[in-house]
């Protein structure tokens, strides 16, 4: 017996290494699929309310664009910080006429502003967490949720009927387990374009019935506050020995880089930035009697390559006045700085008379915001 096991051992050894070898990889079977999705059954999710708000361990206020919560809804700052963000959290209260139970997702789309430069086009989407309640005073997501409505930040939704849901009814069903907190955390980033983002929450329940199908779905602004910022990388610009009546240029790049000698300037705001600049005379001084004077020196600048102009200017006081800068006096630089942009800065002398010797001054480089160019089709 063992004998004829082993023989029938041996056989299916050479049956298994004999199988036919075939060159390549044979061709994939095709299958025809094919899905309906249900409709559902019952009602859909209905968001309740829904806020924007930063970690308070960030900011105490929740808001730093307005930490008096002066107007209503959320006003965040941009960082002013080169590739720096901040990280919005996105709150919604959702329950559902099934049960709290059946909800299944919840989430929101972000819009960016109407206009230019992105026109009211989709952002992101962000999935939306379920937050553990806790207790009123426990510090749980009913807690947040009172604190961002004594802040001004929420937004409530309606009933069918187009009646404002209560903040006392809300907070009554949270109590009693009827809705549920969901939260999640977004980001916008240093050079995003100020304005008004449109925030949309939509939930969506175990029958595939969704809150935005039957006009549930919640919207609110968060606004994310319009400040224009620079940073240079230079605190000194030498112009080097030069000679009377000739123009001598101080060139800058675009690399960012401390104290390479080579001007540069980036928009590290969320608007585009109008670049002014002023000089004082350096110690040249002026001929004739004010106020019929003429500069005994005068400069240039200009951002960025040609065709970009050269753009001349005359001091706007005499070295060591102490009303400089004068506002007034400063010579605003074309073009604007976009958006996330670095640009190189270029500035020239113009001596018409001065004693050979070392001359000193000082120059301010001030900016403004600017509206963005071009227009949504």
Known sequence: MKKVLGILLALMLVLAFSLPVIAGDPPPKEAVTGVVVSSGTGSPPIIKAKWEQLDPAVCADLEDGDP????????????????????????????????????????IN????????????????????????G????????DAFITARDAG??????????VPYTYADILEELV??????????GELDYHQPAGDYLVVADACDINNNWASDWGHALRNLLTYMAIPAIEIDFSTVDYGEVDISHDSWV????????????????????TEVKLCIQQDDMGFGYAGVPPVITWNVEFDVRLGEPPCPDIRFAPAGVKGDPALPIHEKS?????????????????????????S?????????????????????
């Open 68 to 107: 008096e919560h002066l107007t209503l809804l959320t006003q965040l700052n941009p960082p002013l910080t080169f590739e720096a963000k901040i990280y919005p959290q996105f709150w919604a209260i959702v329950t559902d006429p099934q049960d709290v139970s059946t909800v299944s997702q919840v989430w």
């Open 110 to 133: 972000v819009y960016h502003p109407e206009g230019m430069p992105e026109c009211g086009s989709w952002k992101y989407k962000k999935d939306l967490d379920e937050q553990d309640k």
């Open 135 to 142: 207790i009123i005073g426990s510090g749980g997501a009913i």
């Open 153 to 162: 930040l929420v937004t409530c939704g309606t009933d069918e009927a187009g």
């Open 176 to 185: 009693q387990c009827h809705a549920k907190v969901y939260m999640g955390v």
């Open 251 to 270: 060139a800058g790049d675009q690399i960012f880089l401390a104290g390479d000698s080579k001007p540069t300037v980036r928009n590290i705001g969320n």
């Open 331 to 355: 010579t605003h630089i074309d073009p604007t700085l976009p958006l996330c942009n670095t640009q190189k800065i270029n500035f020239s002398i113009h001596v018409k008379q001065g004693a």
């Open 357 to 377: 010797e070392e001359f000193l001054g000082k120059m301010w480089i001030g900016y403004c915001s600017a509206p963005f160019s071009g227009t949504c089709s």
